[in-house]
Each structure stands twice: as structure tokens, then as C-alpha cells.
């Protein structure tokens, strides 16, 4: 059980590397140069929505040590608009602008193409419904472990 385990766990962080890599590849079919992969990453995963620097780390839609640093970058090329929250100036919230826009629609859609394809490669709908079942339940014995410790 142990070799699985730690097989698991290294194959989760080489396809996440490994997805980082496809979106470099598309960025780079799209001539789009002033945006990197995991920007990218953040930009789809913000979407059309409105949200603080806070949200974005925990809701787990960057992983990583400089989210500030990345959205400093994706506000200074354009792709998101930053403004101070209207009820705590401390703090502020970020969207997509048209430019931003623009971008998360064609990465729709070749996520879109990506995701069809998927059938040409033997996986289907239940396929990845059972593989989030199990991240999901990786995901709460790991924040278990973390709040209250190993259990033995």
C-alpha cells in the first residue's frame, strides 16, 4: 500500500507539471508571449468571476509561493484589472479585463477541444468521476492529518 501511496502522490504533482507544460504548448500555438503557464493557470481559474489575492490561494486556485508577484505581472500586461475592495481598503479585488477576456474564451475552448478528445484515450465521464472521488477523499485525509495530526 505504501509504494502505491507514494506512486500516487508522485504522479499527481508530474501531471500537474505536466499540464503546465500543455498550456505553455497552446500559449505558445496562440503566439501569446507576455503571459507565462501558471499566469495563465490563475487567469482560467478566476474566470469571469471577481475575487481578492486571498480567495484565489484558498480556494486553491494557485499553488505556490508568489501569487502576488503573478498577479502583479497579469495586471501589468493587462489581462486583469485590479481596484481596492469598497469595504476593506486593505485589501483588493481582481478581474479580467477584455484583453483578459479575450483569452480565457480561447482557452475555453481548447479545454473544451482537450476534454473530447479525451475519449480517443480510453477515458470516459465515469472514468474521471471516479478518479475525483478518490483526489477527494486524498484531499480530506490530507487536511485531516493536517489539523489534528496522524492518526496510528
Do not use: P
Not at 26 to 39: A, G, S, Y
Not at 45 to 58: A, F, Q, Y
Amino acid at each position: 500500500m505504501k509504494a502505491l501511496y507514494f506512486e500516487t502522490i508522485t504522479l499527481i504533482e508530474r501531471l500537474h507539471h505536466l499540464f503546465l507544460d500543455v498550456v505553455k504548448t497552446e500559449l505558445d500555438r496562440l503566439r501569446i508571449f507576455d503571459i507565462n503557464n501558471v499566469q495563465c493557470f490563475i487567469l482560467y481559474n478566476v474566470g469571469k468571476n471577481e475575487m481578492t489575492v486571498g480567495e484565489i490561494s484558498n480556494r486553491g486556485y494557485y499553488l505556490g509561493s508568489n501569487v502576488s508577484y503573478n498577479l502583479k505581472k497579469l495586471v501589468e500586461n493587462g489581462y486583469f484589472i485590479q481596484a481596492k475592495a469598497k469595504h476593506d481598503k486593505r485589501a483588493s479585488k481582481i478581474r479580467l479585463s477584455e484583453k483578459g477576456i479575450k483569452l480565457y474564451d480561447k482557452l475555453d475552448k481548447v479545454f473544451t477541444q482537450q476534454a473530447s478528445n479525451l475519449k480517443y484515450n480510453g477515458v470516459v465521464d465515469q472514468n474521471l468521476t471516479e478518479t475525483l472521488k478518490l483526489l477527494r477523499k486524498l484531499e480530506s485525509y490530507w487536511n485531516f492529518i493536517t489539523t489534528h495530526g496522524l492518526v496510528e
